[in-house]
């Protein structure tokens, strides 16, 4: 179930960034056989209803919704750097192209999540078709505008939604570029200053009559049992991003053929992940003495919680461009200190 969580980020409705107070419980009934299972693993029941409660709890981030909800809110909001702007093919007309971007957020512990006991991630994909349009032939060849939209729906797992994700971007250029021979040599790209808006939006729930399963293993001092829970009822994992980016960005070509560009930015994030879990289910275990599958007993997991991702933050981009004539294809990384970085990529035809 960590995986579902982990990949499943997706969003629901438009709001500034808010924190509710998140709660969670597990409770956990055992039958008999589940009782006898712990005098099979050499542990008291006590002890096996409460390996069995923090196990579950740590499947759905019961005690940490806050970090697990503000990390995917801040992926879904990265998911969107480097899709819908480019920053090195300097065109001097219509632009179009298709951009994906994987990213990756941690939670309030920052660069310390990997030592947690449970360490919080969110990962959010993005893909995106983009237009472009240089201002030359108005004799504005400084301005280019921007345009990104994606929508699909899909599912993970059990889980059914939908994924939507818009851009709007103008992009301002201080200084010319190289021209004449000598730009096939090495060109400089001139500064240029983007801004623009950005919502994605990502939402998914279980299906009625579907269950999620969730493994885990207990253990003790004679062995060990693995167990799955398959839990019905209701499941909603939603985010919603919106983000005004704010960059200052310069580029090289070098030898026609190769460009890399870098920068920097601050970015407004605005919007809101929301959880809604009410599930119920039956736990089945593998006895050690014989290998049997048995009716451990059933499992209540209730959580819910709403908070926004990281308000302000400054971030540093990078990237590389190969240029074909009129195609180019690009690799990009967005970092934000601590939080997040994303690895955008796409293929662009300059027209």
Do not use: C
């Not at 049992?225 to 994992?237: E, I, P």
């Not at 919106?242 to 930015?265: I, K, W």
């Not at 939080?339 to 955008?344: E, M």
């Amino acid at each position: 179930m960590k995986h579902v969580l982990v990949a499943a980020v997706v969003a629901a409705a438009l709001a500034v960034p808010g924190v509710a107070a998140a709660q969670g419980t597990v409770t956990i009934t055992l039958t008999q056989d589940g009782q006898d299972l712990a005098n099979a693993l050499g542990i008291s029941v006590t002890q096996l209803q409460q390996d069995t409660e923090d196990a579950i709890a740590e499947a759905y981030d019961v005690n940490r919704v806050d970090d697990f909800l503000r990390a995917f809110a801040d992926a879904t909001s990265f998911s969107n750097r480097g899709i819908g702007v480019d920053y090195a093919a300097n065109a001097d007309g219509l632009m179009l192209g298709v951009s994906g971007n994987v990213a990756v957020a941690v939670g309030d512990l920052g660069q310390d999540e990997a030592g947690a006991d449970h360490p919080v991630a969110g990962v959010a994909p993005n893909l995106a078709l983009m237009g472009g349009l240089n201002f030359s032939r108005w004799d504005l060849p400084q301005l280019t505008i921007y345009g990104n939209a994606f929508y699909r729906s899909g599912s993970l797992d059990k889980l059914t939604g939908s994924i939507t994700s818009v851009g709007a971007h103008a992009q301002y250029k201080f200084f010319s570029p190289t021209r004449g021979k000598k730009a096939l040599v090495l060109q400089w790209g001139g500064f240029d200053v983007t801004a623009g808006v950005e919502m994605s939006r990502w939402a998914f729930s279980l299906d009625s009559g579907d269950a999620l399963e969730t493994g885990f293993t207990l253990g003790g001092t004679s062995g060990s049992s693995d167990v799955t829970l398959a839990a019905q009822g209701t499941f909603a994992l939603s985010t919603t991003a919106v983000v005004v980016p704010l960059e200052a960005t310069t580029s090289l070509r070098l030898l026609y053929f190769l460009s890399v560009y870098a920068g920097g930015g601050i970015d407004v994030q605005l919007g809101k992940a929301s959880l809604d879990a009410d599930l119920d289910g039956t736990m089945t275990a593998i006895r050690p003495s014989d290998g049997a599958e048995v009716n451990m007993g059933t499992a209540q997991v209730q959580v819910t919680g709403e908070h926004g991702p990281s308000t302000g933050e400054g971030r540093v981009l990078a990237g590389v461009q190969a240029n074909f004539w009129k195609l180019k294809t690009f690799v990009q990384l967005n970092f934000m200190p601590v939080r997040s970085a994303s690895v955008a990529f796409g293929l662009r035809l300059v027209l």
